[in-house]
């Protein structure tokens, strides 16, 4: 079905490649290098990683500290959250290693035209919206990157009749040298400053979106955004935002009270999403998808009502901007568990709305005191309450709400200090909720 790719996959057979990171997105991507041949090397931090799932594959396995210790071979497949410019990459291709990684190689496989959606916010859901409008549009769509399936083990099954969207991460764009046909960039505001150099390095990595587009490309853009609204596409450029919303209805097409997410951020993300696909499917499969569409996990997600508080589940909320974004969809008396690892963002912004949304602000994690001098520093500050954990939070949160308020989880910070990830903080939050 997919010709580049058969062709692809023989080029592999004999030769020496490492990947590194073994994670569980990586796993499918060592699986198809050594059916095809490859001599895999996986590469990984955790010393004690699980080496029978390796062993019968003939995977070699470097584990442990000095894991990036003489990295090379013919081709080298870079984790995301790996520097392109660290130094064990450029002595690997001082080496004459062609240095990668599965979305790079999907990029320049892919037969059918993708949908690339980034952003500071926004990117899961509006990335979530394009695939099903374009699925009740009929289109047969195959949704990716950091969302669904690992799309390069996927490439051989396409064919051009089929439709990628894929949700792509600073991290990722780093070094890309490829663009989609549409490209979508929700917002732009300072985020994963703990990673990039500075906010430049940031917005630059997303800008690679747009970058090697052509001018039959398209770009979608926040038009309300001041870092976006600056872009321009090499293409055809289109803005969404504010000026495409009159007496209620967005572009003459859909009503905002159709739309069942909470909050004006959840508007501009239906808007991107209209943007990106109107045209190529019919107006009535957009509307479809409006009706149906209510919310991806994590995300301002509802989670129950217990004795009248509504208890509300945006664990993906790991900085300050998405936090304020979440809080503005929410009428007052919001009892906020915030705090975690932060991303040496400021908490300003975020701060600055207690006094008027929050009821009750639970800190817990590293950041908890960094948070919370922060939140002394407004006049009508309200109640802090510093927790052990989300567990104590959750008890003392369901303790001091009373029927009509809102118990939000919206760390502004990411989990790691202790979850693994923001989907496994979330979850737990979920099992504490369900169990008052």
Not at 51 to 67: A, F, P, S
Not at 269 to 285: F, L
Not at 375 to 381: D, S
Request: charged share 20%; net charge negative; aromatic share 6%.
């Amino acid at each position: 079905m997919n010709p580049a790719f058969d062709t692809y996959i023989q080029s592999l057979t004999g030769r020496e490649v490492t990947v590194i990171g073994a994670g569980v997105s990586n796993s499918p991507l060592i699986r198809m290098l050594c059916s095809a041949g490859a001599r895999v090397t996986v590469r990984d931090r955790n010393p004690a990683l699980p080496r029978e799932e390796w062993d019968d594959l003939g995977v070699g396995l470097c584990l442990g500290e000095n894991y990036l210790d003489g990295v090379g071979g013919d081709v080298v497949f870079r984790t995301p959250g790996m520097r392109p410019d660290h130094p064990a990459l450029d002595s690997a291709r001082a080496g004459g290693s062609r240095v990668t990684s599965e979305m790079e190689e999907f990029f320049a496989l892919c037969p059918c035209p993708i949908f690339g959606v980034t952003g500071s916010d926004g990117k899961t859901t509006t990335t979530s919206l394009i695939a099903d409008m374009l699925a009740d549009g009929e289109r047969k769509v195959h949704l990716g990157g950091n969302i669904g399936m690992p799309l390069l083990t996927r490439a051989g099954e396409m064919s051009p009749l089929d439709v990628c969207v894929v949700e792509l991460s600073s991290f990722q764009l780093m070094d890309m040298t490829r663009s989609p046909h549409v490209a979508v960039i929700t917002n732009l505001s300072p985020n994963h400053l703990d990673w990039h150099r500075d906010m430049n390095e940031y917005t630059a990595a997303k800008r690679r979106l747009l970058d090697f587009q052509s001018a039959d490309d398209c770009a979608v853009l926040n038009g309300d955004n001041p870092l976006t609204a600056a872009l321009r596409g090499r293409g055809r450029t289109k803005y969404f935002g504010r000026h495409a919303v009159h007496d209620g209805m967005i572009d003459g097409l859909l009503p905002i009270s159709d739309i069942r997410l909470p909050g004006w951020y959840n508007v501009e993300n239906m808007m991107a999403a209209m943007t990106a696909v109107r045209g190529i499917v019919s107006d009535e499969a957009i509307l479809e998808t409006v009706r149906n569409f209510v919310g991806v996990e994590h995300r301002n997600q509802w989670v129950a009502t217990v004795g009248g508080v509504h208890y509300y589940n945006n664990s993906i909320g790991s900085s300050p901007a998405r936090t304020v974004a979440t809080l503005h969809a929410h009428a007052g008396r919001v009892l906020l568990i915030a705090g975690g690892r932060d991303k040496k963002v400021p908490f300003d912004e975020m701060v600055n709305l207690l006094p008027d949304h929050v009821k009750v602000l639970l800190l817990i994690g590293e950041a908890a005191g960094q948070i919370e001098a922060a939140a002394r520093t407004v006049q009508n500050c309200p109640p802090i309450v510093r927790c052990e954990d989300l567990a104590e939070a959750v008890a003392q949160a369901h303790m001091l709400a009373t029927p009509g308020d809102t118990v939000l989880l919206s760390p502004a910070c990411t989990a790691f200090d202790q979850y693994r990830n923001f989907e496994e903080r979330g979850r737990h939050f979920v099992e504490l909720v369900g169990a008052l």
